[in-house]
């Protein structure tokens, strides 16, 4: 049974195709069983797969798309929510993009739809920290000192650090490295190799991408990419390596287990 101990820099929704899976957050005795769950930025969870096919969709931080979900999500435990209300639609979407998987500009219409049910995005982030997180992402291979980037939207370092923190829900550097981690992503999605797709998004080499990696998931990034033929991923049209990539970032559904590959050097 697969087990990943995960530690997202963003929201997400995750949903199972078939077989239930395990959960179990901080501050739970016991772990619960869900067909699908909502995770906050920064919450750490462990989550055992089984032989369960799953999608997971990452949410744009700037928006009120993890707000608007919350209150869908039918079971609440401690630091937990799961089962979220007409399941069996969301369920019934995804694997149609399995079994027919669209281009990226008409995935991304889907699952606008399907998250925003209509309504419009709302932006929740304060304009300084919406145009620290655009820096970022126009800017993936830099490492700009908090410092610059305070300067940048007139705040002091520690109100940043603090505004950022609160509205984003992780730190600076830790959403500068899932932001360049999701970019390695895409890279290694388009045939490029790990080491070539780490260097391209701002890692020093393919050994910083996997330390990052297991950081966040708790597993080896060869889980997951080892068979690109059993993972699909959808990007933002127009998501580029420089690109600020706009409301839902992405989302990616592992057909069948993927069984480790031995890590790239």
């Not at 909502?38 to 462990?46: E, I, M, N, P």
């Not at 300084?128 to 305070?150: G, H, Y």
């Not at 390596?241 to 992405?250: D, H, I, K, V």
Request: some cysteine; glycine content about 4%.
């Amino acid at each position: 049974m697969e087990r990943l101990d995960i530690t997202h820099a963003a929201s997400a929704l995750v949903v199972s195709l078939d077989r239930p899976l395990r959960v179990k957050a901080k501050g739970m005795a016991a772990p619960v069983d869900c067909q699908s769950l909502l995770l906050a930025a920064g919450q750490s969870a462990t989550v055992e797969l089984g032989e369960a096919t799953v999608a997971v969709c990452y949410l744009d931080p700037l928006n009120d798309d993890y707000s608007a979900l919350l209150p869908l999500m039918t079971r609440v435990h401690p630091a937990l929510h799961v089962g979220i209300r007409g399941e069996s639609r969301y369920q019934t979407a995804f694997r149609q993009m399995i079994e027919t998987p669209p281009d990226a500009d008409v995935a991304y219409e889907r699952l606008d739809r399907l998250i925003r049910r209509g309504r419009l995005p709302v932006t929740v982030a304060d304009p300084r920290v919406a145009r620290v997180v655009d820096l970022i992402k126009s800017s993936v291979t830099e490492n700009r000192p908090v410092e610059k980037l305070a300067q940048e939207v007139n705040l002091s370092v520690s109100r940043l650090v603090e505004l950022f923190r609160q509205q984003i829900g992780v730190p600076i550097r830790r959403y500068r490295q899932w932001h360049r981690m999701f970019i390695t992503a895409i890279g290694v999605a388009k045939g490029q190799s790990f080491t070539e797709a780490a260097i391209a998004a701002g890692f020093t080499d393919s050994a910083h991408f996997s330390h990052t990696f297991r950081a966040m998931f708790g597993t080896q990034p060869s889980v997951i990419f080892a068979q690109l033929d059993k993972v699909t991923v959808f990007v933002a049209p127009r998501a580029d390596l420089g690109a600020a990539l706009p409301q839902l970032s992405s989302i990616s559904v592992q057909t069948d287990p993927v069984k480790p590959a031995p890590d790239v050097d």
